[in-house]
């Protein structure tokens, strides 16, 4: 079983729509949370990162943890064509602090 | 600012021989981290250097080293190459201290054939 768990998808969406991308884990020692954009054939870029439980927002971007439950999500509000990427979640583990371990990967595609 | 500049974009080798791939951090940071990425795999950690010494280590064997140069630039070598090796190698660079500011380069992409 991998440490975090992300649906491949692909997950396909009208502009507009409000997208809900989601990550569990397994180990309770990841310290916090990140979400990357990856755009074809270039490297992942940071979107956000959460401490602790709870929301955090940027924009048309919210970050929400739930450690009781090891869920996290990355909800974008009014999605447009150019998100259309590739979301990873990661995150440093307690014990490893400058090793992030990534899930697989969610690819988003927004139609016009 | 310049962001991470890795080099070269793109390599074709053959099974057996060897490969050093380079990387320039963002100038001020003194940490860089080199991940493997594959379809199958995703993003899987090689190891993270930071003031010229190792810091961090993935399970990879032992043909994937790297070091750090005294300007924090980075290479990577992998030697007698697999056709398993195939993958995007991205190189990432962070002050290094606990603010996980890791900022990718846009990668090498590798073919062993």
């Known amino acids: 079983q991998k440490e975090v768990e992300q649906d491949p998808g692909p997950l396909s969406v009208p502009e507009g729509a409000i997208v809900s991308l989601n990550c569990t884990y397994s180990n309770s020692a990841f310290q916090y949370f990140m979400w990357y954009r990856q755009y074809s054939r270039k490297g992942p870029e940071l979107l956000m990162y959460t401490y602790s439980s709870g929301n955090k927002e940027d924009g048309r971007f919210t970050a929400q943890v739930d450690k009781s439950s090891k869920y996290i999500s990355l909800f974008i509000r009014d999605s447009q064509p150019s998100d259309s990427a590739t979301y990873l979640c990661?995150?440093?583990?307690?014990?490893?602090?400058?090793?992030?371990?990534f899930g697989s990967g969610t690819r988003l595609l927004v139609r016009p | 600012k310049a962001g991470v500049t890795q080099t070269p974009r793109y390599l074709i080798k053959t099974r057996g021989q060897q490969v050093t791939l380079s990387c320039s951090p963002i100038s001020g940071h003194r940490s860089v981290s080199w991940y493997q990425q594959t379809p199958g795999q995703g993003l899987q950690f090689l190891f993270e250097y930071f003031s010229e010494t190792q810091r961090n280590k993935g399970n990879f064997p032992g043909r994937f080293s790297g070091r750090q140069f005294s300007n924090s630039r980075s290479e990577m070598n992998v030697s007698t190459l697999e056709l398993g090796d195939s993958a995007l190698y991205l190189c990432a660079s962070s002050m290094g201290t606990e603010d996980y500011g890791y900022t990718f380069g846009s990668g090498t992409r590798l073919t062993v054939v």
């Open positions: 990661a995150g440093p583990r307690m014990d490893s602090s400058y090793k992030l371990i």
